[in-house]
């Protein structure tokens, strides 16, 4: 059931001579969930570090580290010839270090190879106390280098409070034309994005989530008037955050941290014989289940491994032990045909495209033409919380205040190496 009430307009372009002002980019974008591109204006935002990220500077600097790399042979499909999908269920995913990865991205720049190779979201670590890192390999590296302080957002998105950064980074096969291109696959994401292209070419397709198209769609459960998209497997998720929300979040949060605490406590009492502990342990538990009765919460900062979840040695030793990993479609990736009436947007080098959450995107993503071609395509990207339908400039997220103070407590705890 969709309850979206945002704007089903076509993107909104901007030159660098005609950038809103903060406040006009919330009305106009953020608050009306409208995206918009922004012309080579990188400067403008606030950005212009990102210009300087290169293969090479990634490789000087995450070289040793460990990465996961979507790989993806020459689509099969009939209409699709020379494109290589990275859709999940049509690529596997190998775990190598990230010179490997960069060998490969070079040698590819000057080959005819058809497999491509393809960076994106990397996993993130975690916090002690299971609160996700903004970034992983080799974004952490890249911002420790250009020294910004680990809250990085441009001052055009306003208060809305990051999710995490990630660096794309894909091979694409020199050719005269942009028919040597890799392809998304129809998908959705969960978060506000701001997405920045480095390098090459992209073509992005999108609608948004109305009510003829999600109300169709098996998996979907409701789509909230912000256009965050629920999904079957995360309804009782949902459903978690609204009970707490009404609550408020903080303190449910707080109690769950106080829960554990105690818990460890009356473990001990057990051990040592005290009879009276036990009882109050199925207290202690019936608390603990009825405050996680949607899985845990949002599974972004509250979910993890049964230990503190960080990526130690150990586990990225394991990792590494697995060759090739196929993979199956998340719920997000749509099977159902484009609408028709979609909005075709190309970016060039220096483009941003703000695309709020839940519309719908498929990307073509190929080398720049020409002289400027270097066999490769890269972008940046930010992802925001996106706001509350009650928010306003300012206070993008209304009376709820769980967001800013998880932002603080994520910055204090996974502190740049």
Partial sequence: MSSYTGSTEAPLTYEKSSVPSPKNFNISHVAAR??????????????????????????????ESTVEISISAPSTKPGNPNSNSFRPSDSVLKTMKFEEFHNLLMAGNSSSESTAYYLTTQQIPLSATGRPALSSVPCTQLLSHFKMNPYVAPPLLGDLIPVNYNLWLGTAQKAKTKKAKTNSGLHHDYH????????GYKKFVIFPPTASYCDGVDTIRRVHANGRIVHKEQEEEDEWLGAIDELGVRDGVRRLNELDKVKEGIEKRIEEGDEEAEEEFDDILDEILMLESGGGGNE??????????????????????????????PP????????????????????????????????????????????????????????????????????????????????KENVHA
């Fill in 34 to 63: 409208r995206p918009a591109v922004l012309r080579a204006c990188l400067a403008e935002l606030e950005l212009g570090f990102l210009e300087e990220i290169t293969p090479e500077l990634c490789n000087k600097l995450a070289g």
């Fill in 192 to 199: 506000d994005n701001l997405y920045v292209l480095l390098e």
């Fill in 300 to 329: 972004e900062y509250f979910s993890g491994d049964e230990d503190d979840g960080e990526e130690t040695e150990e586990r990225a030793e394991k990792r590494a032990k697995v060759e090739e990993k196929p993979r199956m479609d």
């Fill in 332 to 411: 997000n990736f749509s099977t159902k045909p484009m609408p028709e009436g979609a909005f075709e947007i190309e970016l060039q080098a220096g483009d941003c495209l703000f695309l709020p959450a839940g519309w719908y995107h498929q990307v073509q993503s190929g080398a720049a033409e020409g002289k400027s071609n270097k066999g490769y395509h890269a972008a940046f990207n930010f992802w925001f919380h996106p706001p509350s339908s009650d928010g306003t400039f300012g206070n993008s997220y209304g009376m709820n205040g769980f967001w800013k103070e998880e932002m603080e407590a994520r910055i």
